[in-house]
């Protein structure tokens, strides 16, 4: 009992405790989401938050991307503070009303593909 190796971390992301797995923590080559949260999906919004602030993706992109992972606006009020302050503008973002719905001008190259098969009746007799 008293030789417990397990330690206790916080989620990076939801603040809850979680066993820290030793052997993730001793791990070089990669960086061990087990050492970081609780769970995959926690660590998924974790990436999310480091490509935000890196500007490497933009509000809509992140919404997508945790929209992909299972994760909504309900979602962060669970979070740290921290992370959901990072969350929030990426789920506040309104879809303007006034902007019109543009239809595409782009038509697809080919309309009606095969015009013949159209104008003549079909008379498959063998
Ligand atoms: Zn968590």
């Known amino acids: 009992m008293a030789k417990s190796q397990t330690r206790y ?3 990076i992301i939801c603040g809850k405790k979680y066993a820290g ?13 087990r050492s970081l949260c609780d769970t995959p999906q926690h660590f998924q919004i974790y990436r999310i938050i ?4 890196l500007n490497a993706i933009t509000l809509s992109e ?26 929030e503008p990426v789920f506040a973002r309104k879809q303007k009303v006034k902007e019109p719905v543009k239809v595409p001008v782009e038509k697809p190259a080919e309309e009606s593909a095969d015009p013949e098969v159209l104008s003549f009746p079909i008379e498959n007799e063998e």
Do not use: H
């Open 9 to 11: 971390l916080a989620c």
């Open 21 to 33: 797995c030793r052997s993730c923590d001793d791990a070089t080559s990669y960086k061990a989401w």
């Open 50 to 53: 480091q490509e935000l602030n």
């Open 62 to 87: 992140a919404k997508e991307m945790l929209s992909r992972i299972g994760v909504y606006k309900k979602d962060i009020d669970s979070l740290l503070p921290s992370v959901k302050a990072i969350l």
